[in-house]
């Protein structure tokens, strides 16, 4: 798939993602695990808002780890 510069449509998608998150106490604090897999297939595909649309794909697969761990400035 070729599209000319200057068009508009592009073709149906779909995509799969998928994702877990949890969170932990630890030490009175609360620690957030998030894991997440986007495009999971890894299906070519061009959005129709990507401005670079005419010139690459949209991005394959991605894999997003999360680690969230809240902490004060301590100030004296």
Do not use: H, W
Request: aromatic share 14%.
């Amino acid at each position: 798939m070729n599209p000319n510069f200057g068009v508009a449509s592009t073709d149906a998608y779909t995509l799969l993602e998928l994702g877990l998150g949890c969170d932990f106490p630890m030490a009175g604090q609360l620690i957030s695990f998030n894991l997440a897999v986007k495009n999971l297939l890894d299906e070519d595909y061009r959005d129709f808002l990507d401005t670079y649309k005419g010139y690459a794909l949209s991005p394959g697969r991605n894999v997003i780890f999360k680690l969230n761990v809240p902490f004060e400035i301590m100030r004296y």
